[in-house]
């Protein structure tokens, strides 16, 4: 039997989408937006300390993935998780679950039914988190974990010198070469900036 209202909270860097899904979700009597966050930090704090029944979360947060959060967005197992974003890839989607969300929505999905979604996600049981596998394959292109970390970093520290970069990802400089050279090859690249290019086209990269 589903409780009535099942208590919602939103966390969404974008203010003005937040407030249009609180109001579309609180039309229905069975839910009940309690709280809307823009800021991950206010989040974190709030979770910690507050009880409710489904987290609806952006996984773009300014630039940041919420995914790498989520350990401490979640440090007490008492509510469900759907992540909604507009890159909707079996990697996104594997990340996110491996992770412990429990629905996973694209952004560019239509939103009318979003209180199926919630219900749904309420009443199932939470997702086991599944072995990742060695290597990750997007559009008939087959990476390594540690290959989609380095072609991230490659665009959060896009203004860093290869040295710098080398450093940061506690690699050799030769390493890091190694590994571009290898991402140019997959891709059928040539530069980095092409690189990028691709890996936000592919919706590896989270920007």
Known sequence: MIKSPI???????NRFFCDALKDSLNFHEELNVIQTFNDLNHLISFTSLNNFDVLILDVNFNGK???????????????????????NNNYIK???????????????????????VILTCFMSKTVKKKKSSFKVEIDNYKFTKRKLEILQALYDYSNKKEKELSAILNITESSL???K???????????????????????IIIT
């Open 181 to 203: 050279r290898e991402l140019f090859e997959i891709t059928l690249t040539k530069s980095t900036p092409e690189l990028i290019k691709f890996g936000i086209q592919k919706g």
């Open 65 to 87: 993935s919420s995914l790498d959060f989520l350990n401490e967005i979640k440090k007490n197992d008492n509510f469900k998780i759907i992540a909604l974003t507009t890159m």
């Open 94 to 116: 594997n990340k996110a679950i491996g992770n412990g969300v429990d629905f996973f929505v694209g952004k560019d999905e239509d939103l009318e039914n979003f209180k199926e």
């Open 177 to 179: 070469k190694s590994h």
């Open 7 to 13: 208590n919602i909270v939103i966390a969404d860097d």
